[in-house]
């Protein structure tokens, strides 16, 4: 049995709160020491690679990968922000992206539309930019561009103390590094990301690095949510991903109370072997849910085209706005207009004709501002996405 202790961190005695004394937690460097059993994670990784290279073949075999990947990503945007307890649906995210007001409070909208912004700035500067502390901060800054975040230092790494769990420090459940060590552990956590001497699988490298950052809990809000963006980042900058396909939150939701059991053991006992093979079994189901979803969306479309085709009231029009409506499930007739460019009459013939084929609905019920939702598309996407109940 190896020992493990080398691999737990140190608790420190840090300053006085409130009159309060509390221990805060500095982790051990990565990589772990004693190195990783990698027999035991050897099968799983096996399957995960090959969970993960047919999702990544379905990027090649859509006919618009770029369509799935824009809804794939606001299907995680709204899943990891609800983990983080926001309330706001895929069809609020839609609306609101529609200028239509949500069913939920703005402000959840708001900040899954900024989860949206954050990934895709930090996957295009991906493109000429290593993945730094920098490039954290700078995603960071995207992140919390709301009216919740932007009083929780957007773009910098805290100053104070923060916790998790319970009301000040001396209480809660867990108390990452203090202040004073923090940049000692973000400059360790940096160059384990670029130390071309590790030589580790880019998904374990993805498992420790997630795990790592969530402990050092860099800013005073968000880490959650950038800490599951790193996994993405991470395997697609190692090449395990040409499209950023892969998002555990859906996983991570639903097993949430182990997750957080698994962040808290990995803390307490060194055991990062039930860690690793928690997350790979995680992306052996995403992965595979993925790519089931990407074949049902294939076939949808595939089979309304075809519905259409046969229809007698195939026209270019038509076409058009069912095209529209992979990119825009949820859309109003002045977006639809503007994006066919024909005129109103001929966009609410080609709607009502879609309307009459079953493949659309109108959702609002009035004479104006009609919003239509291509149900069958949204109802594929929404699996798994409902809020949580409170």
Not at 185 to 191: D, S, W
Not at 214 to 238: A, K, Y
Request: net charge neutral; proline share 6%.
């Amino acid at each position: 049995m190896t020992n493990k202790n080398n691999r737990i961190g140190q608790y420190v005695k840090s300053a006085i709160v409130g009159g309060e004394a509390y221990n805060a937690y500095v982790p051990a460097n990565l990589p772990p020491d004693p190195p990783l059993d990698m027999e035991v994670l050897y099968p799983l990784l096996d399957q995960a690679s090959t969970a993960l290279g047919r999702l990544d073949g379905m990027s090649m075999v859509l006919p618009d990968a770029a369509l799935f990947l824009y809804m794939y990503v606001r299907k995680e945007a709204v899943l990891s922000s609800q983990i983080e307890g926001t309330q706001s649906s895929l069809s609020d995210l839609l609306l609101f992206e529609t200028d239509e007001a949500p069913g939920v409070p703005m402000g959840d909208v708001t900040e899954v539309s900024c989860y949206v912004a954050a990934m895709d700035y930090g996957l295009e500067r991906l493109k000429e930019l290593p993945l730094s502390l920098r490039l954290l901060r700078e995603i960071h800054t995207k992140l919390m561009n709301n009216a919740r975040g932007g009083h929780k230092m957007p773009g910098e790494f805290r100053s104070s103390q923060n916790w998790i769990g319970g009301s000040r420090p001396g209480k809660a459940l867990f108390v990452p590094p203090p202040p004073e060590r923090l940049m000692e552990t973000l400059g360790a956590f940096e160059k384990f990301l670029h130390d071309d001497k590790v030589k580790l699988p880019a998904l374990i490298k993805a498992a420790l690095a997630h795990v790592q950052f969530e402990t050092i809990h860099p800013f005073l809000d968000g880490n959650g949510r950038l800490g599951r963006l790193l996994i993405t980042f991470i395997l697609c900058i190692e090449g395990v991903l040409k499209e950023p396909l892969l998002y555990l939150s859906l996983y991570l939701k639903t097993n949430r109370q182990a997750y957080y059991d698994h962040l808290q053991s990995v803390r307490t006992t060194g055991d990062w072997e039930s860690w690793i093979t928690f997350f790979l079994t995680g992306v052996i189901e995403v992965a595979n849910q993925a790519t089931e979803t990407a074949r049902a969306i294939l076939a949808l479309f595939n089979q309304d085209r075809t519905k259409i085709a046969s229809s007698k009231k195939s026209t270019k029009t038509v076409l058009a706005i069912h095209a529209y409506l992979q990119r825009h499930p949820v859309a109003n007739t002045t977006r639809i207009k503007e994006a066919c460019k024909v005129s109103l009459p001929t966009i609410l013939r080609g709607l009502a004709t879609l309307e009459a084929l079953g493949i659309v609905r109108e959702a609002t019920g009035k004479g104006r501002h009609k919003i239509f939702v291509y149900q069958a598309y949204l109802d594929i996407l929404n699996q798994g996405t409902e809020p949580f109940a409170r």
